[in-house]
């Protein structure tokens, strides 16, 4: 995976401006803050961010993949102030689950998700080495 930065812009943080690879592609459904047997554990927006990030690994791992492999993310978020609120406990739980912020990714607020009480949601696409 190669992380593209044009001459002259700044880093920025949290996410790449754009990402190349090559390998087997996954791509990882929308994954909100319940468990493995949709049960929400919590309201709290960090706590179902926490939740979304550790489905998407799971998801990763059964095909073979590791969270470096993930080049591309969107966030689907319920209210962006609570998202920017819980930014540093998101941060935290990405370091741990997730590791390093080289994947290309967008946040978007929407009115409401499919599960009433979903407060985030996260796709992800991963390009698997073959």
């Known amino acids: 995976m190669e992380v593209i930065l044009p001459a002259g812009w700044p880093r920025p943080k ?3 401006n754009g990402v190349v690879a090559s390998g087997r592609m996954l791509f990882i459904a929308g994954m909100i803050g319940w468990d493995a047997q ?3 554990h919590s309201d709290d927006f960090a706590a179902q961010a926490r939740q979304a990030l550790q489905n998407v690994a799971e998801v990763l791992r059964e095909a073979g993949g590791r969270p ?3 080049v591309r ?3 689907y978020v319920t209210d962006k102030r609570e998202y920017l609120a819980a930014a ?3 941060g935290a739980a990405f370091r741990e689950i997730i590791g390093a912020y080289n994947a290309a990714m967008s946040a978007v607020e929407v009115k409401a998700l ?3 009480r979903a407060k ?3 796709e992800a696409t991963a ?3 073959q």
């Open 14 to 16: 949290g996410y790449a």
């Open 38 to 40: 949709g049960r929400f």
């Open 68 to 70: 470096e492999h993930i």
């Open 73 to 75: 993310m969107t966030w």
């Open 88 to 90: 540093k406990e998101i």
């Open 114 to 116: 499919m599960e009433d």
């Open 120 to 122: 985030v949601e996260i």
């Open 127 to 129: 390009v698997l080495p």
